[in-house]
């Protein structure tokens, strides 16, 4: 269970975003957005404490990795949601991050970001 952790939701389509923030609660989480933007994202890693993030690899053509990067230096953990396989920069930078292909289950996304919290000590 997410024990009340805060994870960011970043995705650019509406049903998508809304079953990931129904999973995250589900697993007693606190969903946080969604938000559809790079901009967005970042403005909330600014202003609020977030644990983990549920990321699309591409919003709207920009690539999410400044949120990915911003988030880890934080101590975050991130998970790719990914449409197409994950572009190559994102597998060559970000090799340890989890990547879940769409269409992957919300639960199954957010079991595996859990099991990414758990095995990097990030308890509540």
Request: negative net charge; charged residues 25%.
């Amino acid at each position: 269970m997410l024990k009340w952790r805060c994870v960011l939701i970043v995705e650019d389509e509406v049903l998508v975003a809304h079953e990931l923030a129904v999973a995250v609660a589900e697993a007693e989480g606190v969903a946080i957005g969604p938000v559809h933007t790079v901009e967005e994202a970042l403005a909330v890693l600014e202003r609020e404490w977030i644990d983990a993030a549920i990321l699309d690899v591409q919003l709207d053509g920009k690539a999410v990795t400044p949120v990915a990067k911003a988030l880890l230096d934080q101590g975050g953990v991130v998970v790719f949601h990914a449409a197409s396989p994950a572009p190559e920069d994102i597998v060559r930078d970000y090799a340890d991050v989890a990547v879940c292909p769409k269409p992957t289950l919300p639960n199954v996304v957010v079991r595996r970001l859990i099991e990414t919290l758990d095995a990097a000590g990030r308890t509540p």
